[in-house]
């Protein structure tokens, strides 16, 4: 006979976090596990908000949200908790920007864009 084995659950995503004050989302994606290609968006120059929660199922991962204007935020996913982020980037020089997410096939995220 086999002993059994309980996995304690994952920890759950949070819903993705209220928009920053006068802010309007310009990308928002829930429930998602590994890398995305999220598109190419048209911003304006100026503060550019990017809201993250992440957390990896198989102990810490690691995730890098990329605007193809420049930016890059990478973050640790840990395994035990959902990690959550925001993040200002406060001149933005706006245009079409390409956005993805590299990340692990056990990380699992949500991510908000706003403007």
């Known amino acids: 006979m086999r002993p059994s084995v309980t996995a304690a659950p994952a920890p759950t995503l949070a819903a993705l976090p209220d ?39 198989d102990g810490p991962g690691q995730l890098a949200v990329i605007l193809e204007s420049g930016s890059r935020m990478d973050i640790d996913c840990p395994g035990d908790e959902v990690y959550l982020t925001r993040n200002l980037d406060q001149d933005h020089p706006g245009g079409p920007t390409g956005i993805r997410v590299e990340a692990g096939p056990d990380v699992r995220w949500n991510l908000l864009i706003e403007q």
Do not use: F, K, M, Y
């Not at 990308?27 to 290609?37: F, K, L, M, S």
């Open 19 to 57: 928009p920053a004050t006068s802010a309007r989302p310009v990308v928002a994606v829930t429930a998602t596990r590994g890398p995305a290609t999220l598109g190419t968006v048209e911003l304006h120059p100026g503060q550019l908000w990017i809201s993250l929660d992440c957390v990896a199922d």
